[in-house]
């Protein structure tokens, strides 16, 4: 009969394998976006997109600062059209007249060339999509693409991107590479088939050619809707990147996520991975909601992850037969009372079994240790016991009492 060894005869050192919590970001170049940078040893960055048109000046100035003003610290706006870019500028003087500048993003689709050479003047970066940005008519007889024609085209590219990535270059301004899943160009959909390897070539056909003209302020993306595919195409850039001895940044987003509770799951199974191993600077959550109502998703996967601290930490027991209070009201009240503070960790226990052991790590905790009665913790230090009725009152008394309390 096998046995395991005694833990008394055995040394910690030798039994026990040493786990390394905190995560390890890949080594990523610093690219900067306005006020903002990319990558680096800078936070993950936030960013999301106004769904107003662009050609209205003061709605579209409305939208980017109730986003800005949440914590949205890159803002993309859309330009289909050489009126959309122009608006831009506009768009731009108002927000320094009335708020302040906000880092700028705009998206640039289908044969984008002269869209983007414009808006390039008014913006902080230029996002281009490398499967539209220059058109190949389809050929519906077509059965293959030989060199030649692959090469053919390859060279059009670089003539329609060179004006861009010069103009980029020469104002210090960035550019996002990026791909998607659902629109990849005709001849890497022949060559590589619809899958994450023909993502990464189209990818890194832009980024060489990025390279060759000395322009290396680059972001790069490869969004699918599908959590997989989406997951595959973004590890296999960054082992390719390894490879060529790149270190661009990666934004990161599933497109299409869909809304309400399922839409922000898919992004967090989408992108929490990801972060987990190391990959990506930036992220948006992409929900068919307002906006704003991306903002708190990217920020709370980036808190539960340890990457970013922006609100409290609520620790809380999921309730059983042993809880002392109405756990899940309590937990509303506590959230109520102290989720206009940042950098702290509350634990809401109902009952003494769990309770300073699992939120040994809190700063502060509130747990039911005999009916009618919280026991208030300042870390594993119990503090007071106070009537039920002043838990929360009590607990705001003692975090003010630490000199870590701002009023709402």
């Given at each position: 009969?096998?046995?395991?060894?005694?833990?008394?005869?055995?040394?910690?050192?030798?039994?026990?394998?040493?786990?390394?919590?905190?995560?390890?970001?890949?080594?990523?170049?610093?690219?900067?976006?306005?006020?903002?940078?990319?990558?680096?040893?800078?936070?993950?960055?936030?960013?999301?997109?106004?769904?107003?048109?662009?050609?209205?000046?003061?709605?579209?100035?409305?939208?980017?600062?109730r986003?800005?003003?949440?914590?949205?610290?890159?803002?993309?706006?859309?330009?289909?059209?050489?009126?959309?870019?122009?608006?831009?500028?506009?768009?731009?003087?108002?927000?320094?007249?009335?708020?302040?500048?906000v880092?700028?993003?705009?998206?640039?689709?289908?044969?984008?060339?002269?869209?983007?050479?414009?808006?390039?003047?008014h913006?902080?970066?230029?996002?281009?999509?490398p499967?539209?940005?220059?058109?190949?008519?389809?050929?519906?007889?077509?059965?293959?693409?030989?060199?030649?024609?692959?090469?053919?085209?390859?060279?059009?590219?670089?003539?329609?991107?060179?004006?861009l990535v010069?103009?980029?270059?020469?104002?210090g301004?960035?550019?996002r590479?990026?791909?998607?899943?659902?629109?990849?160009?005709?001849?890497?959909?022949?060559?590589?088939?619809?899958?994450?390897?023909?993502?990464?070539?189209?990818?890194?056909?832009?980024?060489?050619?990025?390279?060759?003209?000395?322009?290396?302020?680059?972001?790069?993306s490869?969004?699918?809707?599908?959590?997989?595919?989406?997951?595959?195409?973004?590890?296999?850039?960054?082992?390719?990147?390894?490879?060529?001895?790149?270190?661009?940044?990666?934004?990161?987003?599933?497109?299409?996520?869909?809304?309400?509770?399922?839409?922000r799951?898919?992004?967090?199974?989408?992108i929490?991975?990801?972060?987990?191993?190391?990959?990506?600077?930036?992220?948006?959550?992409?929900?068919?909601?307002?906006?704003?109502?991306?903002?708190?998703?990217?920020?709370?996967?980036?808190?539960?992850?340890?990457?970013?601290?922006?609100?409290?930490?609520?620790?809380?027991c999921?309730?059983?037969?042993r809880?002392?209070?109405?756990?899940?009201?309590v937990?509303?009240?506590?959230?109520?009372?102290?989720?206009?503070?940042t950098?702290?960790?509350?634990?809401?226990?109902?009952?003494?079994?769990?309770?300073?052991?699992?939120?040994?790590?809190?700063?502060?905790?509130?747990?039911?240790?005999?009916?009618?009665?919280?026991?208030?913790?300042?870390?594993?230090?119990?503090?007071?016991?106070?009537?039920?009725?002043?838990?929360?009152?009590?607990?705001?008394?003692?975090?003010?009492?630490d000199?870590?309390?701002?009023?709402?």
């Open positions: 009969m096998q046995t395991l060894p005694n833990p008394s005869t055995t040394s910690a050192s030798s039994s026990q394998p040493s786990f390394d919590t905190t995560i390890k970001r890949r080594k990523t170049r610093p690219v900067k976006v306005g006020n903002v940078t990319i990558g680096g040893n800078y936070p993950v960055v936030v960013q999301s997109m106004i769904n107003e048109d662009t050609l209205d000046i003061d709605g579209s100035v409305a939208g980017i600062r986003l800005h003003e949440i914590g949205c610290e890159i803002v993309r706006v859309t330009v289909p059209s050489i009126g959309h870019a122009k608006a831009l500028a506009q768009i731009k003087q108002k927000l320094a007249q009335t708020y302040q500048p880092p700028l993003v705009a998206d640039v689709h289908h044969n984008g060339m002269k869209i983007a050479l414009e808006v390039a003047k913006v902080d970066k230029v996002r281009i999509n499967g539209l940005y220059v058109f190949e008519k389809p050929k519906s007889d077509r059965s293959e693409y030989n060199q030649a024609e692959f090469d053919e085209i390859g060279e059009k590219i670089r003539e329609t991107l060179e004006p010069v103009s980029l270059r020469d104002q301004k960035a550019m590479i990026g791909v998607n899943h659902g629109s990849l160009a005709e001849r890497m959909l022949f060559t590589y088939g619809d899958t994450p390897e023909g993502m990464v070539e189209s990818a890194l056909e832009f980024i060489k050619i990025c390279e060759s003209l000395d322009f290396r302020n680059l972001v790069i490869l969004k699918a809707s599908r959590v997989p595919v989406m997951l595959a195409a973004y590890r296999l850039m960054a082992q390719r990147m390894d490879e060529l001895g790149m270190e661009y940044p990666l934004h990161l987003g599933v497109t299409e996520a869909g809304d309400g509770e399922y839409g799951i898919k992004s967090t199974a989408g929490a991975p990801l972060l987990v191993d190391g990959i990506g600077d930036t992220i948006r959550v992409s929900i068919t909601e307002a906006p704003e109502k991306e903002i708190p998703v990217c920020y709370s996967i980036l808190q539960a992850l340890g990457l970013r601290k922006t609100m409290v930490e609520y620790v809380a999921p309730s059983c037969g809880t002392l209070f109405n756990l899940e009201e937990l509303h009240e506590v959230r109520e009372a102290t989720k206009h503070l950098g702290l960790d509350i634990a809401v226990m109902g009952c003494i079994v769990n309770g300073p052991g699992e939120m040994a790590d809190a700063d502060y905790g509130y747990v039911g240790k005999q009916p009618g009665f919280i026991s208030l913790y300042r870390g594993r230090e119990e503090i007071k016991k106070v009537p039920e009725s002043q838990g929360v009152e009590e607990l705001i008394n003692l975090i003010k009492a000199g870590r309390w701002v009023d709402p």
